[in-house]
């Protein structure tokens, strides 16, 4: 597996590691600000799995097609 493939699956746990922070963190929180704090880490770990899902598989279309 190349190199790049890689660090996006490190990527992609990461951000799945972050999300589930996320919810803890928001399950525990006792105010609003830590809400939305918690809510935006969230929001940007979707944003980053999403992101890195998706050129996960570019690469492997890509790779496939070169075969």
């Given amino acids: 597996m190349r190199e ?5 699956k490190h990527l992609i ?13 928001n399950n525990e929180c006792r105010d609003e600000n830590c ?13 980053v799995r999403t992101a890195a899902v998706n050129e996960l598989a570019a690469h492997e279309e890509r790779d496939l097609k070169r075969k």
Avoid: P, Q
């Avoid at 790049?4 to 996006?8: P, S, V």
């Avoid at 746990?13 to 803890?24: G, H, S």
């Avoid at 809400?35 to 944003?47: N, T």
């Fill in 13 to 25: 746990e990461m951000a799945t590691a972050m999300v589930a922070l996320a919810d803890k963190g």
């Fill in 35 to 47: 809400v939305s704090l918690f809510g935006l880490a969230k929001d940007c770990a979707y944003r």
């Fill in 4 to 8: 790049e493939n890689i660090n996006l």
